[in-house]
T-cell receptor, first 110, second 114 residues
């Protein structure tokens, strides 16, 4: 069966520090992958999606970037974090027309 | 563009009460509709879905019917439990050049009291 994992689960980073969140999918090949952010008390915002290796689409301008170095690996990065980057980050993939989410990563920028 | 609107929370109910969380949508074509649930500190889990008009999705006692005439997909449960306390998200899919995009509502927090 297919599974999705993301890490780290929780991190506290100072303003101006770099960020790297990693997501991997197992049990499938060439999945469509997504990064969402959920700010405190707010809904889900689509940040990036990828339909294949090296193919990244950005939904909103921001301080973040994404990369897909391997078929089942999706990385969310930042060179310098802002306070406004705090939130709950979710990686997801599509099976059929249904989206499935990872466990999420809590980021607090201090 | 496509959008999802769901009722503001929080919704507070007593155990065994009837639950309705309203969701309406705007979309071109024929989107699929979904409800996701997020328990405290966790990611989102698929609760139920419906892929065409008049379909009823159901799971764990929750139900929602795809109503194209009213563009709605309201979530219902006849008797809620404390363990149902969570945030519920309504969502729809749309495709752009064959790529699925999901649009989520802002979420409705449900608190069930014993």
């Amino acid at each position: 069966s297919q599974t999705i994992h993301q890490w780290p689960a929780t991190l506290v980073q100072p303003v101006g520090s770099p960020l790297s969140l990693e997501c991997t999918v197992e049990g499938t090949s060439n999945p469509n992958l997504y990064w969402y952010r959920q700010a405190a008390g707010r809904g889900l915002q689509l940040l990036f999606y990828s339909v294949g290796i090296g193919q990244i689409s950005s939904e909103v301008p921001q301080n973040l970037s994404a990369s897909r170095p391997q078929d089942r690996q999706f990385i969310l990065s930042s060179k310098k974090l802002l306070l406004s980057d705090s939130g709950f980050y979710l990686c997801a993939w599509i099976s059929g027309n249904t989206i499935y989410f990872g466990e999420g990563s809590w980021l607090t920028v201090v | 563009g496509n959008s999802v609107t769901q009722m503001e929370g929080p919704v507070t109910l007593s155990e065994e009460a009837f639950l309705t969380i309203n969701c309406t949508y705007t979309a071109t074509g024929y989107p699929s509709l979904f409800w996701y649930v997020q328990y405290p500190g966790e990611g989102l889990q698929l609760l139920l879905k419906a892929t065409k008009a008049d379909d009823k999705g159901s799971n764990k006692g929750f139900e929602a019917t795809y109503r194209k005439e009213t563009t709605s997909f309201h979530l219902e449960k006849g008797s809620v439990q404390v363990s149902d306390s969570a945030v519920y998200f309504c969502a729809l899919t749309s495709t752009t050049s064959g790529t699925y995009k999901y649009i989520f509502g802002t979420g409705t927090r449900l608190k069930v009291l014993a």
